[in-house]
């Protein structure tokens, strides 16, 4: 089996430890993805809603680079830094995927990053 390491220009750069994404065994594997600016590095948006609507554009670029789109994805790992940020996440999801949702999870975000309060994880037909 082949990887194919994905790099995308129009999402954010990602730290040295991980990847954007990886494409094996017909799959795209998108990591875990937050709320930046592709271009200042910036957190985009205060509101949960901003910062989810921003992950998903910054997926969404990360799988038009490898052919695949978010009508693609299979499944989700959505990580919040509160709890009480779900409604409002939740809001915004469905705006983006009003009808056959993906498969979804929850988690907590592990760690503290100022004004981070969201990263969502996905995978996807290639």
Do not use: H
């Not at 750069?13 to 799959?27: E, F, H, I, R, T």
């Not at 600016?37 to 998903?56: M, R």
């Not at 009508?71 to 009480?84: G, K, N, R």
């Amino acid at each position: 089996m082949s990887i194919e390491i994905i790099r995308a220009a129009d999402a954010p750069k990602p730290p040295p430890a991980y990847s954007q994404a990886v494409k094996a065994a017909g799959l795209v594997f998108v990591s875990g993805t937050g709320p930046y600016d592709a271009v200042t590095g910036a957190i985009v948006g205060a509101s949960i809603q901003e910062q989810t609507g921003q992950c998903l554009r910054n997926i969404s670029a990360i799988l038009a680079a490898t052919g695949s789109s978010l009508a693609q994805i299979v499944s989700a790992t959505v990580i919040l830094l509160e709890e009480d940020d779900f409604a409002g996440m939740n809001e915004e999801w469905i705006r983006w995927f009003p009808q056959d949702p993906p498969a979804r999870q929850g988690a907590k975000l592990p760690v503290r990053v100022p004004g981070l309060r969201i990263s969502i994880a996905v995978i996807a037909e290639a």
